[in-house]
């Protein structure tokens, strides 16, 4: 039993180290394909966005951050995370702000702007990802109860799996820029797989800790998780759909059927995320009240046995 309780110790560190070193290696080959012209190393298609500067920088952070929690550097680990999460954060502030702090070409002269509103800026989606995953690295490394630590780390990661895989689902629905947020540059292909490397990394360590805290074999924030991952497609697929909707209507007369078909994807969307929630929900707590029935049995084999031997004894 301990022999397999070390393997499985041994495959979740190696799942960590390659979910967190992968985005890293992508990144350093996008930042070389920068400095040396070679559009193949920074984009995936001719036809796709290609991957910004500061987009690469960020996951590089990011994973030096992940990799250093794991060999228990916490400053190192914090530092870096915040550099990151600064970054995305002056970059949301350009877009909803209509400002520009020279943040987007301080590095590197952008030379490719396919689909790019604003040269060298990551999408707005793509900020928002980097702000939700180096919060919760940080989050990994503060004194936060570890409980609710690990419920909001398996939140915000399935919030980034949700967006990233919304944009890359995105490329094969359309190539067309509609599917950005709100108008603003879309999410390059391999920053959305880079994204859903850095939830599943996330999502593991939330999962390894939860399950050694509770005993279970799943954790007790799962309802959650899988509520919100649903939703966030469900929101994500109608403002999608709804992007679609407009660029028809300026090339035809509006259809009202359209507009009835999007409010009916989107509730039934919600209608779905709750009835899982609430399943999945009753679910963990039978397995719960079973545990601890377990547990109370145990106790109670226990003391009967004790008190069997002290009547043999007299």
């Not at 987007?104 to 995953?133: K, N, W």
């Not at 994500?236 to 507009?259: F, G, I, Q, T, V």
Request: glycine share 4%; proline share 2%; aromatic share 12%.
């Amino acid at each position: 039993m301990c022999a397999k309780n070390n393997k499985l110790f041994q495959f979740q560190n190696l799942l960590s180290y390659l979910f967190a070193s992968l985005p890293l290696t992508v990144a350093i080959s996008v930042l070389i394909g920068w400095y040396t012209n070679n559009p193949q190393l920074i984009q995936v298609s001719v036809k796709f966005v290609a991957m910004q500067f500061n987009t690469a920088l960020c996951f590089i952070l990011s994973a030096v951050s992940a990799l250093a929690y794991l060999q228990k550097k916490i400053s190192i680990s914090f530092i870096t995370a915040g550099l990151s999460f600064c970054i995305a954060a002056l970059t949301l502030m350009q877009y909803f702000f209509n400002l520009d702090l020279q943040v987007d070409e301080f590095f590197m002269q952008h030379y490719i702007t396919v689909e790019t509103q604003y040269p060298g800026r990551m999408a707005a989606s793509t900020g928002v990802c980097f702000l939700l995953v180096n919060s919760a690295l940080i989050v990994l490394v503060t004194s936060i109860k570890e409980q609710n630590r690990f419920k909001l780390l398996g939140i915000i990661a399935s919030l980034v799996l949700g967006i990233s895989i919304v944009n890359l689902a995105a490329y094969q629905i359309s190539p067309k820029a509609e599917y950005g947020w709100g108008g603003f540059s879309r999410m390059a292909v391999h920053t959305a797989i880079g994204f859903m490397l850095n939830a599943l990394f996330i999502l593991l360590i939330a999962w390894k800790h939860s399950i050694r805290l509770n005993y279970q074999s799943s954790p007790d924030w799962l309802p959650y998780v899988l509520a919100i991952w649903v939703n966030t497609m469900t929101v994500c697929l109608w403002l999608a759909l709804d992007a679609h909707e407009r660029k028809l209507s300026n090339l035809y007369a509006a259809d009202p059927e359209l507009n009835l078909l999007n409010s009916v994807f989107f509730v039934f969307g919600v209608l779905l995320s709750i009835a899982l929630f609430i399943a999945s929900n009753a679910q963990q707590k039978a397995r719960r009240r079973e545990f601890e029935i377990d547990l109370i049995n145990q106790k109670l084999n226990l003391e009967i046995k004790q008190r069997q031997r002290v009547i043999l004894l007299t």
